[in-house]
């Protein structure tokens, strides 16, 4: 698990991991990852995901849904 101290976009120290519902959308598609931890600043809104929060968004998001074309 990584450690973050400061915020990587505007350097505040005030930046901090949160665990919340993180919604987001694809196409006019909207989507939910429940419970997700991330590290965000409320000093400019940086987010910042590790690798596993990355595969739960991946894991929910319409862009990398499996289509079946049926061939």
Same mark, same amino acid.
């Given at each position: 698990?990584?450690?973050?101290?400061? *915020? +990587?976009? @505007? !350097?505040?120290?005030?930046?901090? %991991?949160?665990?919340?519902?993180?919604?987001?959308?694809?196409?006019?598609?909207?989507?939910?990852?429940?419970?997700?931890?991330?590290?965000? *600043? +409320?000093? @400019? !809104?940086?987010?910042?995901?590790? %690798?596993?929060?990355?595969?739960?968004?991946?894991?929910?998001?319409?862009?990398?849904?499996?289509?079946?074309?049926?061939?």
């Amino acid at each position: 698990m990584m450690q973050i101290t400061l *915020c +990587p976009t @505007c !350097g505040s120290d005030t930046i901090r %991991r949160v665990k919340r519902d993180w919604t987001g959308q694809w196409e006019g598609r909207t989507y939910t990852v429940p419970k997700l931890e991330f590290y965000e *600043c +409320p000093a @400019c !809104g940086e987010k910042v995901y590790e %690798r596993e929060a990355m595969r739960s968004i991946e894991a929910r998001s319409p862009a990398f849904a499996k289509t079946h074309t049926g061939k």
